[in-house]
């Protein structure tokens, strides 16, 4: 099963907002509302940014935010700020005989 | 609070075998489920393995199927990654991060990941 797609890049100026897109199958993303995404700044260990398509887990940021729609998953960052330049994966629960969860290829947010 | 501490990995020659650990705390252990993800350098992250809160399912990545295992010790609270038959391609930082999901769940989301141990085939 192949990795979801995301763009390579996304990057935005302070304060604005910017969408990370998350493209998979109707394997994966398109049959579970079960997307999760990750946060990943260079040497640091990922962090669980949202779960099950839109939720926050305890303790994150309300400006960021989760939807899906088909087999394309969002992760928006609003009001975007320095410490949110990162690494972003998304990820989806994919049930089948071998699989339990695929990841998104990764993005690279930059606040300009 | 919730703390998971990956140990045991080094420098292999292909062909070898490593076992990784993984020590957990904070949380009740025995009630979930946990992972394998692993990150080579400069690259994303690979779902590597899974297995249920009291071991009895296990799932492998079809990179992986065959010459790794996963198991637990939940006495100890403790996971293992048995890696035989080592490839270059392994290299990587491996993270055991816990699942969301209760009891048999999967799918629910990675909540709490420790700092990664680096594994080194060459």
């Known amino acids: 099963q192949s990795a979801l797609t995301q763009p390579a890049s996304v990057s935005g100026s302070p304060g604005q907002s910017i969408t990370i897109s998350c493209t998979g199958t109707?394997?994966?993303?398109?049959?579970?509302?079960?997307v999760s995404w990750y946060q990943q700044h260079p040497g640091k260990a990922p962090k669980l940014m949202i779960y099950e398509v839109s939720k926050r887990p305890s303790g994150v940021s309300n400006r960021f935010s989760g939807s899906k729609s088909g087999n394309t998953a969002s992760l928006t960052i609003s009001g975007l700020q320095a410490e949110d330049e990162a690494d972003y994966y998304c990820?989806?629960?994919?049930?089948?005989?071998?699989?339990?969860?695929?990841f998104g290829t990764g993005s690279k947010v930059t606040v300009l | 609070q919730m703390q998971l501490v990956e140990s045991g990995g080094g420098v292999v020659q292909p062909g070898r075998s490593l076992r990784l650990s993984c020590a957990a705390s904070?949380?009740?252990?025995?009630?979930?489920?946990i992972h394998w993800v692993r990150q080579a350098p400069g690259k994303g992250l690979e779902w590597v393995a899974f297995i249920s809160y009291d071991g009895s399912n296990k799932y492998y990545a079809d990179s992986v199927k065959g010459r790794f295992t996963i198991s637990r010790d939940n006495s100890k609270n403790t996971l293992y990654l048995q890696m035989n038959s080592l490839r270059a391609e392994d290299t990587a930082v491996y993270y055991c991060p816990k699942e969301r999901g209760w009891g048999q769940d999967r799918g629910y989301g990675l909540d709490v990941w420790g700092q990664g141990t680096t594994v080194i085939v060459s």
């Open positions: 990820c989806s629960y994919a049930d089948s005989n071998t699989l339990v969860y695929v």
């Open positions: 904070g949380f009740m252990f025995n009630s979930y489920g």
């Open positions: 109707n394997s994966d993303v398109g049959s579970y509302n079960l």
